[in-house]
Nanobody, 129 residues
């Protein structure tokens, strides 16, 4: 089993930055795809960003169009973590952000919730205008 715990949520002003972190425990997640999703009130949970598993320390990343160029996902397999650096924040980025792990040894970009096996409890990000 994998346990995921997000941190770093809070308030930010439009145009500002916020960095979210997700720490995994229970087993190493180096062989998993790691992703971030978000859910705003009254809306479905949406894909934000994902990283693939790749041998060694390199990995590939894929982003939702709404965050491309503003958000950066990074993973540290030695620390068993995945971060989400969010820049140029907009009020519409306000949501509960979730990290997820799934798809062991896959080199595909996983963008659907159903493709992930483990989820964190979420962390709230609120962006004021």
């Amino acid at each position: 089993q994998v346990q995921l715990v997000e941190s770093g949520g809070g308030l930010a002003q439009a145009g500002g930055s916020r960095r979210l972190s997700c720490a995994a425990s229970g087993r190493t997640v180096s062989s998993y795809a790691l992703g971030w999703f978000r859910q705003a009130p009254g809306k479905e949970r949406d894909f934000v960003a994902t990283t693939t598993w790749e041998a060694g320390t390199t990995y590939s990343a894929f982003y939702a169009d709404s965050v491309k160029g503003r958000f950066t996902i990074s993973r540290d397999n030695a620390k068993n973590t995945v971060d989400l650096q969010m820049n140029s924040l907009k009020p519409e980025d306000s949501a509960v952000y979730y990290c997820a792990a799934g798809g062991r040894y896959t080199s595909s970009y996983l963008v659907s919730q159903d493709q992930y096996d483990y989820w964190g409890q979420g962390t709230q990000v609120t962006v004021s205008s």
